[in-house]
């Protein structure tokens, strides 16, 4: 079957840095994607990775190793803001998302 | 910020009633999904389509019908609402043909079937 993996809650504090990790395996691979989403809120899309590397975007840089099935979400420079389940999704041979349940982070001033 | 609304962000109702979820896109999208999510658990595929007149059924069982009789529409209906419904409902939708881009989500409706 498919299968996504997340931590399910980690912890932070604010100004520091964070890895969320995702470990997948499921029926073709056509990239990863990182979703936010605060509580009681709609996902807002972060980043997306087909390649093998690392992508950059301010803050938030996502890396992705296909051949380990793994993914990372780093985040840097922590705000409150930042508090919010952090989604891992990846698109399959069909071109359908297989969503992982999500890592609640919760910053701590 | 994305132009896909949903209505209505709550809804309470009773069992056995029919019900209908409202989803709309303005960005011209040919890709809309439904979506069901629980607290803390992941999103659960129950509908797609691909554009005008298709609809799909996703991964998980469920006693809802979508209609896409225009592109920037694609209601869910439950035409007896149980409270094995009770979740929240996420309407997605994205570029369609030759390309792969992000989803971008409505702000759900989280419904309560008592």
């Known amino acids: 079957g498919q299968n996504i993996d997340q931590p399910t809650e980690m912890t932070a504090t604010e100004g520091a840095i964070v890895q969320i990790n995702c470990t997948y395996q499921?029926?073709?691979?056509?990239?990863l994607f990182w979703y936010q989403q605060h509580a009681g809120e709609a996902p807002t899309f972060l980043s997306y990775n087909v390649l093998d590397g690392l992508e950059e975007k301010g803050r938030f840089s996502s890396f992705l190793s296909r051949s380990k099935g793994y993914s990372y979400l780093l985040l840097k420079e922590l705000q409150m803001k930042d508090s919010a389940s952090y989604l891992c999704?990846?698109?399959?041979?069909?071109?359908?998302?297989?969503w992982g349940a999500g890592t609640k982070l919760i910053i701590k001033p | 910020e994305a132009d896909i609304y949903q209505t209505p962000r709550y809804l309470v109702i009773g069992t056995g009633k029919k019900i209908t979820l409202e989803c709309s896109q303005t960005?011209?999208?040919?890709?809309m999904y439904w979506y069901q999510q629980d607290p803390g658990m992941e999103l659960h595929l129950i509908h797609y389509?691909?554009?005008?007149?298709?609809?799909e059924k996703g991964d998980l069982s469920s006693e809802s019908t979508v209609s896409r009789i225009r592109t920037e529409h694609f209601p869910l209906t439950l035409e007896s609402a149980r409270p094995s419904h009770t979740s929240q409902y996420l309407c997605?939708?994205?570029?369609?043909?030759?390309?792969?881009?992000?989803?971008?989500f409505g702000q759900g409706t989280r419904l309560t079937v008592v």
């Open positions: 997605a939708s994205s570029h369609g043909t030759g390309e792969i881009t992000e989803a971008f």
């Open positions: 389509s691909y554009g005008v007149n298709s609809t």
């Open positions: 960005m011209g999208h040919d890709k």
């Open positions: 999704a990846v698109m399959d041979s069909n071109y359908q998302l297989i």
């Open positions: 499921t029926s073709g691979f056509n990239g």
